[in-house]
């Protein structure tokens, strides 16, 4: 696709069209396993989001999270070539990859077969466990990058699902969501159509960044104009979040206390989709 031809797409009929040829790239969707898998594609679908409360004990999971703290704060930056803590001090964020291998608790979760399930049924059936991760956000007051209302991806598919291993509450760092804003609508066109020229010819070629964060006024519009519901994920340790961040999402500075958390993140292999062409037909 040449670059002027981008620019003159008729935005319309591209993005419309994505959400349908996508999945069909992901070698379709399977079925809910039951019913409650079902439930909570049916709540993805339309929300983009879901909390689910007691998905384990709340003791079990704080025991959990302390445990895991303590092995990945006794890694090194890069230990073995598998897990990694990588320590993103100007954020205060700790991200230990492959965290499975740091408790069989942990890789229970990684391995949950209704989540697994519901990911299939809610995206398709070549999503792959992507990353699995042990994050902490203790630091109270640090801002992290992701503290600003963004999509992460317009076309490239994440499915993630955050298990809190603290009470996370008001003050310590719940994730929020922009109901229904993962929904193909006008208001996402500009904006999709930044990331993809950002994405395919970088920054120097666009003028400008990617384009996928939000300013007061677009999330003003999104809340007050098109009246998309705000969601503030709080929640006892236990507690599940399940979501597609292509809708709006953001972290929270921490300003009470920390949260710890494990977090899975399901993608369709990027070479799959990416570039789009006539043969993955992503577009
Ligand atoms: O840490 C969070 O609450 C969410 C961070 C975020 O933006 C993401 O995982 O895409
Ligand atoms: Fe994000």
């Not at 039951?34 to 049916?42: F, G, P």
């Not at 956000?137 to 992290?144: C, S, T």
């Not at 600003?148 to 699902?161: G, L, Q, R």
């Not at 993962?182 to 120097?204: F, M, N, T, V």
Request: proline share 6%; hydrophobic share 35%; charged share 25%.
């Amino acid at each position: 696709m040449s670059e002027l031809l981008l620019n003159l797409l008729p935005t319309s009929l591209v993005f419309d069209r994505h959400r349908h040829s996508y999945f069909k790239v992901g070698g379709g969707q399977v079925a809910p396993r039951d019913e409650r898998a079902k439930t909570l594609v049916d709540t993805l679908n339309r929300d983009g989001v879901i909390v689910i409360p007691d998905f384990i004990q709340r003791e079990k999971a704080l025991a959990l999270g302390q445990r895991l703290k303590q092995a990945s704060d006794a890694l090194p930056q890069a230990d073995k070539p598998r897990v990694k803590a990588l320590r993103f001090d100007d954020e205060g964020l700790v991200r230990t990859l492959n965290a499975e291998d740091l408790d069989p608790e942990a890789r229970e979760f990684f391995e949950d077969p209704l989540i697994e399930n519901v990911a299939k049924s809610y995206a398709c059936t070549n999503v792959v466990s992507w990353q699995r991760m042990f994050e902490e956000r203790m630091k109270k007051w640090v801002i992290g990058g992701a503290d600003w209302y963004h999509i992460d991806e317009a076309f490239y598919f994440k499915f993630k699902a955050f298990l809190y291993l603290t009470d996370v509450t008001l003050g310590t760092a719940p994730y929020m969501y922009i109901k229904g804003t993962h929904l193909s609508a006008p208001w996402r066109q500009p904006k999709e159509l930044q990331i993809l020229k950002h994405d395919i010819y970088g920054p120097e070629k666009v003028f400008g960044n990617r384009g996928n964060f939000f300013v007061t006024g677009e999330v003003r519009h999104l809340t007050k104009t098109l009246g998309h519901e705000v969601v503030t994920c709080c929640g006892p340790a236990g507690s599940l979040v399940l979501t597609d961040t292509r809708g709006v999402h953001k972290a929270t500075t921490p300003n009470s206390g920390g949260r710890l958390m494990l977090g899975h993140y399901f993608e369709l292999p990027r070479k799959n989709i990416w570039p789009p062409t006539r043969k993955n037909s992503a577009l």
